[in-house]
């Protein structure tokens, strides 16, 4: 049976951006429909990404703290790990936040809608329900949201009996005794990280010649000597070019320079190489909508896609793929539908690894200005001179600021170590503030604190930290 209804805002896809868009939408007095396949709005971060990665990772810090509070004095018996009701509490944690998301959707008179949508025309969408039936929905704009799924290593299918994409890695199966993970990018690491604690003996195996490639070689180095230890081994420059499942294994053979065994067998395989669009499906052809490079979506800076009254947001339109990013282009999307004169300029996007220590970014890196050529002055503050992480036992930090040496304009952050995701908004703010880095120095930062170190590699540009000795600059 097909049912019709008739909207004035439609959204495909429920995850932060989808549902960040609808609920904004609502919010500025459209009627909206939110298409999603889940039970509540979510979509990968609150199901299957972010959120119940996150919660492990939490267990994870207990278990490491744990294990250094001996060099303290105090000691704790070997922890033992209830796999059952550790997965649940993960689920508990994901079903709090879901529900909360499904109240809020009906306190804005949002229609949501469980199933798949595919464009037929510029402004109708064909619905498969989950109950079987169909739905068509009329709508004066659409909203692509889809998002992306883990890409798999060509010729090889994950979610296999033995081969795991970051979805199944988070159901926690089973703690495999040997597990390979294939990317040392953030979804690898932080997924190798929570098997370790587990008691997993990872290996982790990286094509580029550094782990998190793209990120300063110094903030990776403070989070490489971490897992030297966490992990069993962690192979550099290092391809994989073959995986044989058999019955009880996977027979993996690597290529590269530095390889030394070019076979190895694991229990299992997490394939962690990065994600791709869904872009498939969704009726693409039946309307002006572009395809770019990598399958990304084309759209300008309001997120308008080629067909006038479609939108597109989050991981369909490209780099980066975070959930805050996609948040903010679903608000941006719905305000120009509201008939907003607004547009998605942003001058900085953070980015984090939640790893143990974390890594967190914004704005321009040393290795990109290296890359082009830019001149750019680099203040470090070491955390062995931060009272704080001292008392903490985590002195192996580092907070960085990329400075304009003309204008003395922030142009960048890096933080490594605990609580980095947390310390890393300052630098977002000061970027889109054109802050300089006096503005910084001269911002009083509560003792004894881990900010401190912003406001304390300010004071090393001029020269002028009380705790770090260097010429003082010329101004």
């Known amino acids: 049976m097909t049912t019709k209804i008739t909207t004035q805002v439609a959204v495909i896809g429920g995850g932060p951006g989808g549902y960040a868009a609808a609920f904004m939408a609502a919010d500025l007095g459209l009627d909206v429909t939110l298409i999603n396949l889940d ?35 105090v000691t704790f018996a070997k922890p033992e790990i209830d796999l059952d009701r550790l997965r649940a509490w993960k689920d508990e944690v994901v079903a709090q936040m879901t529900g909360g998301t499904g109240q809020l959707a009906k306190m804005r008179k949002v229609n949501y809608i469980k199933g798949w949508g595919r464009l037929l025309s510029p402004t109708s969408i064909e619905v498969d329900l989950t109950d079987g039936d169909k739905q068509t929905v009329t709508a004066e704009h659409i909203i692509l949201a889809t998002g992306s799924r883990s890409a798999a290593i060509p010729g090889h299918a994950i ?79 290092t391809k994989v070019v073959d995986m044989t499942e058999e019955a009880d294994s996977v027979r993996v053979m690597f290529e590269g320079d530095k390889v030394k065994e070019a076979e190895r067998v694991f229990d299992k395989v997490l394939v962690a190489i990065g994600r791709v669009p869904v872009t498939g499906d969704l009726g693409l052809e039946n309307t002006k909508v572009e395809l770019g490079e990598h399958g990304f979506i084309k759209v300008d800076k309001q997120l308008r896609t080629a067909e006038p009254t479609i939108f597109a947001i989050g991981d369909l339109v490209g780099q980066p793929l975070l959930a805050h990013k996609a948040t903010h282009e679903g608000r941006t999307a719905a305000e120009v539908i509201a008939g907003h004169k607004v547009a998605f300029e942003p001058q900085a996007i953070p ?94 930062h509560p003792h004894p604190t881990l900010s401190e170190t912003v406001m304390e590699a300010a004071d090393v540009f001029y020269g002028l930290s009380t705790h770090v000795y260097r010429p003082k600059r010329k101004r």
């Open 39 to 73: 039970q509540n709005p979510g979509g990968t971060c609150l199901y299957r990404g972010c959120i119940p990665s996150k919660a492990l990772l939490h267990v994870t810090k207990l278990l490491n703290e744990t294990r250094a509070a001996a060099h303290m004095g």
């Open 159 to 237: 979610n296999t009996p033995r081969v795991m994409g970051s979805t199944v890695a988070l159901e926690l199966q089973d703690i495999p005794e040997k597990l390979l993970v294939v990317g040392g990018n953030y979804i690898g690491l932080e997924l190798g990280s929570v098997y370790a604690a587990l008691g997993s003996k990872v290996t982790v195996a990286e094509m580029m010649p550094q782990l998190a490639p793209g990120t300063d070689r110094d903030l990776v180095r403070v989070l490489a000597k971490q897992l030297e230890q966490d992990l069993e081994e962690v192979l550099l420059s």
């Open 351 to 444: 980015a984090v690894i939640y790893t143990d220590p974390e890594i967190a970014s914004v704005g321009l890196t040393e290795t990109e200005a290296n890359e082009q050529g830019r001149k750019v002055d680099v203040a470090r503050y070491s955390w062995a001179a931060s009272g704080r992480a001292i008392t903490h036992g985590r002195s192996d930090g580092l907070t960085k600021l990329i400075i304009d040496p003309e204008t003395e304009r922030v142009l960048g952050m890096g933080i490594a170590g605990p609580g980095a995701g947390e310390l890393i908004a300052e630098g977002v703010l000061a970027i889109e503030m054109a802050a300089l880095a006096d503005d910084v120095r001269l911002t009083i």
